[in-house]
């Protein structure tokens, strides 16, 4: 079974902080995806790696930043941290096919 | 460019009605088509999905879909509703040869069944 997992499932953080949100994945994938989750809003993509050291922008990745380092590993960096910045935020990986795979999720507040 | 359309997000039906949650789609070439669910403070999983072949796509916990071309539908049935399939349904489309393996993602619809 393919396993992806987040390092928090809640956490919350002050305003102007710097966040780490960090993701695995266990199957050798070579892409994946950083999405936000917010009510009526659907998946809005963030930033996404299609391989080590490599990343694109997504729809919304103002305040946002990513890293690579090690194929399994992805990280969402928000450097200052706003309170708009409160939401779901998912973690997906895939294979060279069209199928993602989720982890559970970190809900994030900021206050 | 690609788009994806979920009617309604909200649909509530009776325990052991039929569940029908629509999901339509806009693509210039052939699609591969997703159904995900997440039920309350998890991720996704993904329920079916079609890339090519049979048109009818089964998928797990008695989940199925159509792919119709002319439509450009594919949406999601289930015949006998139960408690534990409220969750919230995720239609997306891709298609083939994106390299960038992005998929375009529905609003969601949130499945509320009535005991």
């Known amino acids: 079974d393919v396993k992806v997992t987040q390092s928090s499932r809640y956490l919350v953080k002050r305003t102007g902080e710097k966040v780490f949100l960090e993701c695995v994945q266990d199957?050798?994938?070579?892409?994946m995806f950083w999405y936000r989750q917010d009510p009526g809003l659907g998946l809005r993509l963030i930033y996404f790696?299609?391989?080590?050291?490599?990343?694109e922008k997504g729809d919304i990745p103002e305040g946002y930043s990513v890293s690579r380092e090690k194929k399994e590993r992805f990280s969402l960096i928000l450097e200052s941290a706003s309170t708009n910045q409160t939401s779901m935020y998912l973690c997906?990986?895939?294979?060279?096919?069209?199928?993602?795979?989720f982890g559970p999720g970190t809900r994030l507040t900021v206050l | 460019a690609q788009s994806v359309t979920q009617l309604g997000s909200h649909v509530s039906v009776s325990e052991g009605a039929l569940v029908l949650l629509r999901c339509n789609y806009s693509?210039?070439?052939?699609?591969?088509l997703f159904w995900y669910v997440q039920y309350p403070n998890q991720g996704l999983q993904l329920l079916l999905k079609y890339t090519t072949g049979a048109t009818l796509v089964k998928g797990i916990n008695g989940f199925e879909a159509e792919f119709k071309k002319s439509e450009t539908s594919f949406h999601l049935t289930k015949p006998s509703a139960h408690m534990s399939d409220a969750a919230e349904y995720f239609c997306a489309v891709t298609t083939h040869g994106d390299s960038n393996y992005q998929l375009i993602w529905g609003a969601g619809t949130k499945l509320i069944i009535k005991p």
């Open positions: 199957m050798d994938h070579e892409n």
């Open positions: 997906a990986s895939s294979p060279l096919s069209n199928t993602q795979y």
């Open positions: 790696s299609y391989d080590v050291k490599m990343k």
């Open positions: 693509s210039s070439v052939p699609p591969y």
